[in-house]
């Protein structure tokens, strides 16, 4: 996750969030939606669950630029 972190090129302003705390935060967040996946039996393909997680994982990289 957080060679995943540095090639989306996110700069973090570090005086509003630490960037290991990022990193920690995207990886809890990709185990959460790969758990509703796999836990709801959901017909989705692998390329659909990466669509999710990037919808709604970007936003939070973005808003940690500051």
């Not at 957080?2 to 960037?19: G, I, M, Q």
Request: proline letters at 2%; charged letters at 25%.
């Amino acid at each position: 996750m957080r060679e995943d972190v540095k090639r989306l090129d996110v700069r973090v302003d570090t005086s509003a969030v630490h960037a290991e705390a990022l990193v920690h935060f995207t990886a809890g967040a990709l185990v959460g939606v790969l758990m509703w996946w796999l836990d709801g039996r959901m017909r989705l393909s692998v390329d659909e669950v990466n669509a999710y997680f990037r919808r709604l994982a970007l936003p939070a990289l973005k808003a940690a630029r500051g």
